[in-house]
């Protein structure tokens, strides 16, 4: 292990590598640019800048060119990119950068790009789904034309949704793995596996993949493709927990849902309640978590999550909802949440509430809803405008669009400008319509937070308390947008239990130090 840098002013991500080189995003304060360093001298040099965002660069196979993606505010990089590239020279610069791909003012997203031997992959989502697409200067070629999404929004770097090793080109296809090899493309059998990420592929045809499933773990995943005549042989390498851990539990497998709002179709997740130990007394409906994802560009999937297992081994249903705006179901989708955040989302989160009562899921007396960030703003629009949830727990979520500025491009893109439009941010903001919310809502939310301050939440809680509201709030110490230590999730999750269990007049079965104010039962 080499050590290329040691300086505390700079941050480095998404590294790739020539014989000589490494190449990354590096990030100096409030400007991004792509450098390269020398393996040797580790003396670095700006490849490029002037963007105000970069993503995975990547040299071709014989480094004498390095490609990358690009994008400006407002937009994130699911809106619209560019793809550029340019000639690696053996110093580590470059010249004659060229725009291959160009989405600005067209509405199209590329991403992704990497080499096939001498020729450009890139995904884009011109046909309103993101296809993969083989690319030279002039002209590209849909490799696999389908509606179905290949690869998921870029919040974090380095993802691959897709590998290559020449002949034979990987993709994850909604939740499907396809290989394509002399231009014919076959579903590769993943039994139990539905989700997968960070795909790999060696010279021999052996793909490597993080996967999971509704009974799956989170795993390490070896597909050996180099037999084509047994077809392919599966091998866990790691996983975050091992089968014969899982058997032993009452796994609730999701069930895909669809229901109509504002005559749009959306769908959802349902889990039904299980445990072998324990029947529900005859003519009864269970309670119900709804589910609100972050984001709010993201998306509910299939695989294990056994915080949703907690629930439904104690008797609860969940409700998983992919709302409008969320990913996998094409572009025009995921932009009807452009300008519409706290409108569209809230109404599809009351629409798959009624629906699951309408179908005789669910009590409509035992209607509860959750989310974090995104999600959590998510619960706090519903309930100024429904009555149907009973009660609702909100994990860090934003209260105040006013002051909600970590994240300032995607707010103009998903609510309007401001100051000019600082009227639908009033309009938009929770806070403002506090008066309504009647529904028990506990809050949860990391002192070291610094995506949603803390005194939203606080706020919130504060004057809910006042106006005679149940309510309760958890604060937790060391912990920022999202919670990460063990103790922290154990009592966040026991205490969303136990305050939705004495909200609905139900008995909960286990105990928690949460502190419930203004109790009704």
């Known amino acids: 292990i080499q050590s290329l840098s040691r300086s505390c002013f700079f941050r ?18 409030t400007e991004n640019r792509l450098i390269s360093i020398d393996r040797t001298s580790k003396e670095q040099k700006v490849v490029a800048s002037g963007a105000d965002f970069y993503a995975s660069p990547r040299v071709s196979p014989d480094g004498k060119r390095i490609v990358w993606m690009q994008w400006n505010h ?10 550029h590239m340019a000639v690696l020279h053996s110093d580590g610069t470059t010249s004659n950068e060229v725009v291959v791909k160009d989405g600005t003012g067209k509405q199209i997203n590329y991403y992704c790009p990497s080499w096939k031997d001498d020729k450009l992959l890139m995904i884009n989502d011109s046909t309103d789904f993101w296809n993969l697409y083989e690319v030279d200067i002039v002209k590209e070629k849909n490799i696999f034309p389908v509606e179905r999404e290949i690869g998921y929004p870029l919040w974090q770097f380095a993802d691959r949704p897709y590998a290559s090793n020449g002949s034979c080109t990987i993709m ?3 939740g499907r793995l396809m290989a394509r090899r002399d231009c014919f493309v076959r579903e590769v059998p993943t039994p139990g596996f539905t989700v997968f990420s960070h795909l790999s592929i060696t010279e021999g045809d052996i793909v490597y993949t993080i996967a999971s499933g509704s009974k799956k773990a989170s795993c390490v995943l070896r597909i050996d493709l180099s037999k084509e005549e047994q077809g392919p042989v599966l091998t866990v390498i790691r996983t975050a927990r091992d089968d014969s851990d899982l058997e032993q539990l009452d796994i609730s497998e999701p069930e895909h849902m669809e229901f109509q709002s504002d005559g749009v179709p959306i769908s959802a997740w349902f889990y039904k309640p299980k445990n072998r130990r324990y029947a529900a007394p005859a003519g009864t409906l269970p309670p119900v978590l709804v589910l609100g994802h972050g984001g709010p560009t993201g998306v509910a999937v299939d695989s294990l999550d ?7 081994s104690r008797g609860f249903a969940v409700l998983d909802v992919n709302y409008r705006g969320s990913t ?3 572009t025009k989708f995921r932009n009807m949440l452009k300008g519409q955040w706290g409108v569209v989302d809230r109404d599809d989160m009351i629409a798959a509430a009624r629906s699951a009562i309408a179908r005789r899921l669910v009590d409509p007396e035992k209607v509860c809803i959750m989310g974090s960030s995104a999600g959590g703003y998510l619960v706090l629009s519903a309930l100024t405008h429904s009555d149907v949830f009973k009660a609702a727990v909100c994990h860090y979520g934003v209260a105040d669009l006013e002051t909600h500025k970590f994240e300032k491009g995607y707010n103009e893109v ?28 506990a809050f949860m939310h990391g002192k ?12 919130m809680y504060e004057k809910l308390r006042d106006n005679g509201v149940t309510t309760a709030l958890m604060l937790f110490e060391d912990e920022g947008h999202g919670f990460r230590g063990a103790d922290c999730i154990r009592r966040c999750t026991e205490g969303t239990y136990v305050f939705l269990c ?15 104010v203004n109790a009704k039962m």
């Open 306 to 312: 056994l915080k949703k297992q907690f629930f439904t």
């Open 12 to 29: 480095y991500a998404d590294f790739t590598a020539s014989p000589t080189h490494v190449y990354c995003v590096n990030e100096f304060g």
């Open 502 to 516: 004495r909200n609905l007049g139900i008995k909960p079965s286990i105990s928690s130090d949460i502190e419930i």
């Open 414 to 441: 998903l609510i309007g400008k401001y100051p000019e439009d600082e009227q639908i941010y009033k309009e938009r903001s929770p806070i403002s319509h506090i008066d309504r919310i009647k529904t028990p809502i």
């Open 328 to 330: 996998g179901f094409g």
């Open 74 to 83: 407002v937009n994130m990089p699911w809106d619209e990119t560019s793809i």
């Open 448 to 459: 070291e937070d610094t995506v949603v301050p803390v005194s939203q939440s606080i706020e």
């Open 172 to 174: 994850n296809v909604g």
